[in-house]
């Protein structure tokens, strides 16, 4: 079980899917891993920090969408790139 900081979130805070996420990540993330739940990266504060030895660092982001709201986005029309941007390049560029 991974060690989470804060260990839960209390009534009123964070939203549904973020509790949700926060206890799927302690629950079945091994012992040597940390998530910090808003903890800041260069400025910014992504929902979730989770460090690991044979992950490193990832910051993940959560959305508390209706599947209404999913179907909607879905079926929007997308805009893509003729040369899309390396991943690398991508999240570079965005620190």
Do not use: C, N
């Amino acid at each position: 079980m991974a060690v989470t900081i804060p260990e839960t979130l209390g009534p009123g805070v964070g939203t549904s899917g973020e509790q949700k996420v926060l206890a799927a990540l302690r629950g079945h993330l091994p012992d040597s891993y940390v998530v910090y739940y808003h903890g800041e990266t260069q400025g910014r504060r992504p929902a979730f920090v989770i460090i690991g030895p044979e992950l490193g660092v990832v910051a993940l982001e959560s959305r508390d969408w209706p599947l209404d709201a999913i179907a909607r986005v879905t079926s929007m029309p997308r805009q893509t790139s003729s040369s899309p941007e390396a991943p690398r390049e991508s999240a570079s560029r965005r620190l």
